[in-house]
């Protein structure tokens, strides 16, 4: 039976309204409209087709200054109207306003949606726009040499590409429009591209669950640099590894790859609609992390499509093609089947993605086996049960059986571990219990000989002695 598609719909009647849909089709991929025919696409007929023969085309000359081939077919008795419409390069308006067919559903664009739609008609994209008030003096020298740094330590240009004057390195990677740069050149290069667009920025927050916040960064400049100050965040302070031993060997095993989570920073960083003024939102769980940006899938497109084989669409291309020329990604195409790869190597879920309303989401979900070892029980304390604990001092095995942690210890050890000046009050918001049981645990932990506290209580640090696994 035949269905709705991105280029076929199905109307029973014929009304003015339907030049909204092929508008619609014009500023796609074209489509075909039939009208006499009901949701499933069965001819019912249309009484007054020869007179719509006649009207059809000429409403279309008149609002939007289209031609369409309008037929009239017939099926046993019932004539029916097909209304075969081309995609047109340019822009087609309906009565000032436009419409665009994405998937079986015809939209009407507005906003940045509409500004996109237009400049890429005009064979540009939002990141091509020239920007007046920035000239090469105002970008970041430090961002420029390290793009320089990366491209040639990753043979993407060679020594004597980059030994060139600034002006002519960002001619080069075709940031400039005329005689200004262009919104590209200021996202990836300037020291704060917040001063041009709001929310050009990363938001990174730890979280107990859904909305409960424990304590959050952000992370700020060139977006060129910006992806290593966010996994570096991210595995310095946001997640904890698991430490085991192989041998004498340490090996920590942290709940998602850092080759998976940088492609996945990319990607957010690439594909953002700056536009919306809205930051790149990474959001840390107990047992799971979401990345979510401003953005949507290309018009059709699927998250099958997404996970399977694809062309390269990036939402930024001027920023895309200077990533890629820096060496951070491989190929653009292929960076999902490189994060599904990483994930796979890893023992850890299939990612996933969503997209809801203009916002795109991807989350990496913690395996059993790590939250196994990662979380001790809840309620156990140090001294009632037998662990083993790794000795971190220097990197042996120990047979101490001193007890096993419980979750808020555990907690507290590994702030202790990131940050060594972490105080008790800061520690009572980052667990999640009052004041007295965060002493009472600390206490349970110096007594079990696990942590040491060097200096004054206002300005001393935490030593931790070893690291808790579960044996």
Not at 105 to 114: I, K, M, P, R
Not at 251 to 264: G, K, L, W
């Amino acid at each position: 039976m035949p269905h709705e598609t991105q280029t076929h719909e199905f109307k029973s009647s014929w009304r003015d309204d339907w030049l909204k849909w092929i508008c619609g089709f014009a500023n796609a991929q074209g489509g075909v409209l039939e009208v006499g025919k009901n949701d499933d696409g069965e001819v019912i007929g249309v009484s007054n087709a020869r007179r719509l023969l006649e009207d059809i085309p000429s409403k279309l000359i008149a609002t939007m200054a289209i031609v369409a081939e309008v037929d009239l077919k017939w099926d046993g008795p019932h004539a029916y109207i097909a209304i075969k419409v081309q995609p047109y390069p340019n822009p087609i308006s309906y009565h000032g306003k436009y419409y665009i067919r994405i998937g079986a559903s015809n939209h009407e664009l507005t906003g940045s949606a509409l500004q996109e739609f237009l400049l890429r008609k005009q064979g540009r994209t939002w990141d091509g726009v020239p920007l007046p008030g920035i000239q090469v003096d105002d970008l970041s020298r430090a961002a420029l040499n390290d793009f320089r740094r990366m491209a040639v330590a990753r043979k993407r240009l060679t020594q004597a590409d980059v030994d060139v004057t600034d002006a002519s390195l960002v001619d080069s990677l075709h940031l400039t429009g005329g005689e200004y740069l262009t919104r590209a050149a200021a996202l990836l290069f300037y020291e704060d591209p917040e001063r041009w667009f709001t929310g050009c920025y990363v938001k990174v927050g730890s979280f107990r669950s859904g909305a409960d916040l424990v304590y959050q960064d952000e992370v700020h400049g060139p977006l060129m640099t910006l992806t290593d100050k966010v996994i570096d965040l991210l595995y310095t302070k946001y997640l904890a590894a698991v430490i085991t031993y192989e041998g004498i060997y340490r090996r920590e095993t942290f709940p998602v790859p850092d080759d998976a989570a940088r492609e996945a920073i990319l990607n957010a960083l690439v594909h953002t609609d700056y536009s919306a003024g809205v930051p790149i939102q990474i959001k840390v769980l107990p047992d799971r992390i979401i990345i979510s940006n401003a953005g949507r899938l290309p018009d059709d497109w699927t998250v099958d499509r997404l996970v399977g084989e694809h062309p390269s669409v990036p939402h930024n291309p001027d920023v895309a093609r200077a990533i890629f020329r820096s060496g951070q990604v491989e190929a653009w195409g292929r960076g999902i089947t490189q994060m599904l790869q990483a994930c796979a190597e890893a023992n850890v879920p299939t990612p996933e993605f969503t997209v809801a309303g203009t916002t795109f989401s991807l989350t990496f979900r913690f395996s059993e086996a790590y939250l196994k070892r990662r979380y001790a029980d809840e309620g156990t304390s140090v001294t009632d049960a037998s662990v083993v604990v790794t000795d971190v001092t220097n990197d042996a095995r120990s047979d101490v059986t001193t007890g096993r942690v419980s979750n808020a210890q555990r907690l507290i050890l590994d702030q202790m571990v990131t940050h060594p000046t972490v105080t008790a009050a800061e520690l009572v918001d980052i667990v999640g219990i009052t004041h007295r049981r965060v002493q009472a645990n600390i206490k349970a932990l110096k007594d079990a000989g696990l942590v040491t506290r060097v200096g004054a209580t206002k300005n001393g640090r935490w030593v931790v002695h070893a690291e808790v696994t579960r044996g």
